[in-house]
């Protein structure tokens, strides 16, 4: 025997109720409303006219960077499921990061990737609370990311967002949104890592039954104190990761800009890309629209047409095209999806496993 455990076939992570089916409709709701009133503003006869002589070079060069991001971004996750224990091979974080980027990006559906995430290798490993606190630092390692971009870059560009004065207008909202997150993840960590905040949660939650789940994920994610490394590490990953993801834009935005088609995006300054894109990504993330549909679109058209000579309909364009090149590395984790059987996509490391974060045992028993 290797000391891998026994691929196991699940058919369906979760199965939704009626709470669950209602907002994902009012996302979709909202999604739908937004994608609307941004098409009233755009001009969907010019989209055609700027296909025939685009440089699909940039466009390539841009789904090539996508793609390799799906592979950093589950190094980065890897690393920590590695730092609570939970040792996979690498393939096999890939098939499981991209299965859920999938489901987060692809499928209109109430079961979101991480919660896939989650549930396939609760079941799988039987580390369930460890696994949920693996999603979340991804998640908030993502946005720990996102921050010190869009921080820099506002610093760096304040007095040419501040020139103009249809740009001028977007400074002080993306100053409260930057100081906004960056307080958001100081408290993150600072509550995370403190017992006091823990412990009033804890009892207000007593008669839920729901406390002993609760202290174990907390007990779990307090242990990666002892860990600061892993915690620089895939911070610096996520911080990479947002970079490249910016450069991904305008590598699109400079596909119909450096073009021979009878329309073009006009002129935008590259460092505009680093104000508007972390925004954009926030915006995206609200929890009030399915997979970032409508806000995505309405962020994009907001923020690019106050820029000289760059129309609505360009701005749309832009925002749909990145999107469609963003989905075609979603349709990865679909195939990883479908053919999870034959690749048995949970594989652990040979060998003894190393202790968790910490040196305290974590209780295995999440039922």
Known sequence: ??????????????????????????????????????????????????????????????????????????????????????????????IYYIIGFFFNNLLPTTVGGDVVKVVYLKRNTGRGAAALVSVVLDRVMGVAGLVVVAAVSLALGWGRLTANPDTGRFAVPLLLMTS?????????????FSRAPAEFLFRLIRWTGLRARAENVYRTFSLLREKPAVLLKTFAISVGIWLLIVIASWMVYRGFNDSSAPRRIAFIPFGYFFLFIPAIGVFSSLPITFAGWGTREASFDFLFSSLPAVESTEAGFLALNFYLIFLATAVLGGIGYVFKDQLGFH???????PPAAG????????S
Do not use: C, H
């Open 347 to 353: 594989r652990e490391e040979s060998g003894p496993a």
């Open 1 to 94: 025997m290797d000391g891998r455990k026994p691929f196991r076939y699940i058919p369906y992570p979760m199965r939704p109720g009626i709470k669950q089916k209602l907002m994902l409709a009012a996302r979709l709701g909202v999604s739908a409303g937004l994608i609307w009133f941004v098409l009233r503003r755009i001009d969907l006869a010019d989209f055609p006219d700027f296909y025939p002589g685009a440089g699909y070079r940039w466009l390539l060069g841009a789904l090539f960077l996508l793609l390799a991001l799906q592979v950093v971004g589950s190094w980065r996750w890897g690393i920590l499921l590695a730092a609570q224990g939970i040792r996979l091979t690498a393939p096999s974080v890939f």
């Open 180 to 192: 906004g997150l960056v307080a958001g993840i100081a408290l993150f960590f600072s509550l995370g």
């Open 359 to 366: 040196s305290r045992p974590v209780n295995r028993d999440y």
